[in-house]
């Protein structure tokens, strides 16, 4: 039986529920509450240990975080996500639906959310966050490369003053302080860029479509229609939504119901339109004249229907930006790109404001994502988009982007300073030795070039190789290993928090009003385990 399928835990105590199972399943021996949840926390154990051990196993991994509340408790929620090197599929796991309590500021949140970090044992492998863009959430991953640095030095500190009970000096520190100061500020650099925050593109996508379209109605004659048909359409919704009469009338002219638009989610408010545009005027307006609204007119159903033309590409980005299996944060530039394609391609003069107000929309809040080497490095190792997603004159300089990435990636994998490109590599090449002793060593710096220049051409040729292959399937990134142990980093990160936010709506079902007494741990507990059963790890 399944965690969100299950009755509360003083089920099994209850007289009647007794009497069923006696009758039905009399071979059974029902648990007490008590052992019931002693199974739950020693399950809950076993569980978390498995996942941080799986975890210790990946290299890069992204995370979602958002907040939640409900029956007047607030919560914390985290999930992980990373692509498995062997099989190049996305794996997805829950680390925490925790209590959150007091003010949520962006400071509480930083420290709960580098708690979780080291309580999973994934705090130098998290190559980003994604997140909402809620202003306590933006200042939280200002400060939480802080937060996880000073963690990682205070359990040091700690952990040798009680082990030893002495002070302990570094004898570096005293011969060369200035190289530790440089080292310090290299690993904190290094958090910085793991702890990266990526803004959910879904939530971006949300505010060009309902807030950034609305600038369209600064055409007076757009805004008279656009307010005309749209309160319309509302006027119809509120009817069928607060009478059952009015309902029944609908269900049965058109077999189906009107949507409600609302204004926290714009998809609502598309598919509210869409429908009316599907069931088409002539029972639209047999509905409204049944119910005594206003009816639609032909001009009102014509701006409906190319309303929802224009909108359309940034619904089908929304759901693709909603995947988690087979989506990666390399879609996003090409999604974007697309988007703009397709408004570029509209030629109702009627709605040249909206596209206008959509394509600034886009300008605005994507710009820097489509300036961003991760996000295009992550897009061209993506087998389906490769360079054809550029321009002709842009593609010479981000292949050169995309084989120094791979060398990185590569470079840190073997312990070894990232490979120079050929350029480089010929002037760092060593002078002719001045001495006879210097020439008797020189075959050290000989082998290392070679070394160097080996590496260069390996990941070139490979990266040639990969752009050449024709292939769009994400698993013929087997074939080059490098290209792949690449696309294992950038492409770790999901487009969006959606991942979060499914976790909560799973956690809605659990904390039900019959069960919002649970206690915080056993209700954290439930969640874990319960998407321990859906992914079908617990035995």
């Known amino acids: 039986m399944l965690l969100e399928d299950m009755m509360p835990m003083a089920t099994v105590e209850r007289t009647g529920f007794k009497k069923f199972c006696a009758t039905v399943l009399p071979h059974v021996t029902l648990p007490s509450r008590r052992t019931l949840m002693r199974s739950m926390n020693q399950l809950y154990k076993s569980e978390k240990k498995a996942l941080i051990d799986v975890l210790q196993k990946v290299k890069f991994v992204s995370c979602t975080a958002d907040l939640w509340s409900t029956h007047n408790r607030g919560f914390l929620g985290m999930t992980v996500h990373y692509v498995d090197c062997l099989t190049l599929v996305r794996v997805s796991h829950t680390l925490v639906c925790r209590r959150f309590e007091h003010s949520h500021t ?40 802080d937060m996880c640095q000073d963690s990682e030095d205070k359990e040091d500190t700690e952990g040798d003053a009680v082990e030893n009970n002495v002070e ?34 879904n939530h ?34 509120n009817a069928v ?62 701006f409906l229907a190319a309303y929802a033309t224009v909108m359309q590409p940034i619904m089908i980005a929304m759901e693709v930006f ?47 994502i489509l300036e961003s080497d991760d996000y295009n490095v992550a897009t061209m190792l993506l087998p389906k988009f490769k360079l054809n997603y550029l321009q002709p004159c842009q593609r010479p300089a981000k292949k050169a982007l995309l084989i120094k990435a791979v060398q990185l990636v590569n470079s840190e994998a073997a312990g070894t300073n990232p490979v120079q490109t050929e350029t480089e590599a010929s002037a760092m090449m060593p002078l002719p030795a001045s ?49 792949a142990a690449a696309f294992c980093r950038y492409n770790a990160a999901l487009p969006s928090s959606a ?20 206690s915080d741990t056993n209700f954290e507990q439930a969640v874990f385990l319960r998407y321990r059963l859906r992914e079908g790890d617990i035995l």
Not at 187 to 200: I, T
Not at 341 to 364: R, Y
Not at 503 to 512: D, E, K, N
């Open 106 to 145: 962006g400071q509480r949140i930083a420290q709960k959310m580098a708690s979780v970090l080291k309580e999973f044992g994934i705090t130098g492998k998290v190559v980003n966050f994604v997140s909402d863009n809620a202003a306590n959430m933006v200042k939280a991953f200002s400060l939480l490369p």
């Open 499 to 518: 991942a979060v936010e499914r976790l909560f709506s799973a956690a809605g079902q659990i904390l039900t009003p019959r069960r919002c007494k649970m």
């Open 168 to 201: 302990i000096l570094n004898v570096t520190d005293l011969v060369a302080g200035e190289d530790c100061e440089d080292q310090e500020e290299e690993e904190q650099s290094v958090v910085h860029m793991l702890l990266e925050h990526k803004r959910c593109a």
């Open 241 to 302: 939504h607060r009478s059952t009469k009015n309902a029944d009338i609908v269900e049965d002219e058109v077999g189906l119901t009107f949507l409600n638009p609302t204004c926290t989610r714009w998809s609502a408010s598309y598919a509210a339109v869409q429908r009316i545009v599907e069931v088409g005027i002539d029972k639209v307006n047999l509905c409204q004249h049944r119910i005594g609204l206003a009816e639609l007119s032909e001009d009102d159903m014509a």
């Open 204 to 237: 971006s996508l949300n505010l060009v479509a309902a807030v950034d379209s609305l600038k369209a109605r600064e055409n007076v004659r757009y805004k008279r229609v656009y307010d005309g048909a749209m309160a319309k359409v509302q006027a119809l919704s």
């Open 322 to 368: 909603q995947g988690e299996r087979d989506c990666f944060i390399g879609h996003v530039i090409p999604t974007i790109k697309g988007i703009g394609h397709k408004l570029n391609k509209m030629t109702d003069k009627s709605m040249a404001p909206l596209v206008s107000a959509l394509k600034a929309g886009l300008e605005t809040r994507f710009k820097d």
């Open 435 to 483: 001495t006879e002793e210097d020439d008797l060593y020189s075959f050290m710096a000989e082998q290392l070039d070679e070394s160097a220049a080996n590496a260069i051409t390996d990941v070139i040729a490979e990266v040639e190789l990969y752009i050449a292959n024709v292939s769009l399937e994400t698993s013929s990134l087997a074939a080059f290993p490098r290209v």
